[in-house]
Every structure is written in structure tokens, then in C-alpha cells.
């Protein structure tokens, strides 16, 4: 409760056995930890980097020992590095994915995922092999690999679009229309994780609540109709129909 956070990184160390090596800007901080229930340890380290995570810092390996740096600039450090094979662990530190796209351009993918990234994260491209090196915390990087895995299906003279919903649930607007586009002969699946009407794909981003669109502009254009007719002020309770 209140607790400065130089107390919390000792409390963890003994939980976990981590080593861990901090500045003097972790003395200016308290963090407050409850739980009515008992947790494993694995969960107090993962709310131990969550708090990290809210304080702009983060943990990167220093051979035995875990140091504990500014999210800021972290891009420099020396980050754990996950190759396509290797899955990426849920948590609120920092680290490298590196991810080959296979049908759509990866400079174009790289401007997309920039509108959701973390403050802090860092996307690149490698344009020969079509390789996107995303640095970010491993919750972040699931989140943007689910973006991705789910648009890099285009096909030729597709283009990518971001479109806010404003009154709505993205979730909901994105199964309205497949069920819209379904009912008009279109194929595809339908679902809150994103599915394929024609030749557009519709993906939605709960937390900005904002659809990612593979689609030729034309496709884009009937779309962008759809969801205006959709996506409208609700007065008093009620469901889309």
C-alpha cells in the first residue's frame, strides 16, 4: 500500500529470485498492489512489470542481472530478440519480434501499425526480405501480430485503411458487416476477430475501437457507406439492426 517501489523490486526479488539492478528515479516512485486472493509468483512479476509498464520503465537483461531503464530509448538497449518461431511472451516488457510478410508491403504495413504502437515502441522495415522488426512490450506485440496475421492475406491492388468507429464497438460493426456482406452472396466468415466479405478484409481493434480495412478503394468506398449508416448515435438502449 504506498509502498516506494526500491521495497516493491526487493519484495519481487525475493519472490522470483530475479537480480535486479535500478537507478535513483525508482525512489521518487510508490506503486499500491491488492489482491484478495493468493497469486503464483509469475503473476506477481507480470504486475510488477505492468507497474514498470505505467511508470515509463522497463527491464532488459544485464548478463545475471535485470536492469531496470527508461521505456524511452529503449529501442538502444540490448532487448531479448524473438524470431518468427519463437512466441512472445505476454508481458509488460520491452522486446523484438521480427515478422516476414508474405503478401502484402511491409513499408506500407510498418505506416499502419505506427497508429498503433506504444508511445515508446519502435517499428521498422527490412524492404529486401519484406521483414517487419517491431520493438514494443510483448502485451503490445501480440495485440499488432493480431493486426497483422489477419490483413496479410491481400491480394493485388489491395491498399490499407484505418477507420475510427465513433458510437459503436469495432467488434460489433466489424461482424455487422460480414453478416451485411454474407447476406449478399459475398463468402467469408463472420466474427469479432475479424473475417473476409469479397475481397476486403475487416479486422477490429478494441482498444483505439477502430477497423483495419484490406480492400481495393473501390471495395473501401462501399464499405466506408456501410459504416456510416452503422456507426450512429444510440438513443437510449438498443441494438444495431
Not at 167 to 179: D, I, Q, R
Amino acid at each position: 500500500d504506498d509502498a516506494d517501489l526500491p521495497d516493491l523490486v526487493k519484495a519481487i526479488s525475493n519472490i522470483t529470485g530475479r537480480r535486479f539492478i535500478y537507478g535513483g528515479k525508482l525512489r521518487q516512485i510508490k506503486a499500491t498492489v491488492y489482491s484478495p486472493d493468493k497469486i503464483s509468483a509469475g503473476e506477481a512479476y507480470a504486475a510488477f512489470l505492468s507497474i514498470l509498464q505505467q511508470n515509463q520503465m522497463t527491464v532488459v537483461p544485464h548478463g545475471r542481472f535485470l536492469k531496470i531503464v527508461d521505456s524511452q530509448g529503449v529501442v538502444s538497449e540490448a532487448i531479448p530478440l524473438y524470431d518468427p518461431a519463437s512466441p512472445v511472451p505476454v508481458e509488460d516488457r520491452f522486446v523484438t519480434r521480427m515478422y516476414r510478410l508474405s503478401h502484402v508491403d511491409a513499408t506500407e504495413v510498418s505506416a499502419l501499425l505506427g497508429k498503433f504502437k506504444s508511445k515508446d515502441g519502435d517499428i521498422s522495415v527490412y524492404a529486401p526480405a519484406n521483414l517487419l522488426i517491431i520493438t514494443d512490450t510483448g502485451t503490445q506485440i501480440q495485440r499488432l501480430l493480431h493486426i497483422v496475421e489477419e490483413i496479410d492475406v491481400g491480394s493485388a491492388g489491395d491498399q490499407l485503411w484505418v477507420e475510427p468507429i465513433h458510437y459503436a464497438s469495432a467488434g460489433e460493426v466489424a461482424t455487422k458487416l460480414n453478416e451485411i456482406l454474407d447476406l449478399k452472396g459475398s463468402g467469408g466468415g463472420a466474427g469479432k476477430t475479424g473475417g473476409k466479405s469479397g475481397g476486403a478484409k475487416i479486422v477490429p481493434d478494441d482498444r483505439t475501437n477502430a477497423l483495419v480495412i484490406t480492400a481495393t478503394q473501390t471495395d473501401y468506398l462501399r464499405l466506408l457507406e456501410l459504416i456510416k449508416r452503422i456507426d450512429v448515435p444510440q438513443s437510449g438502449e438498443g441494438e444495431m439492426h
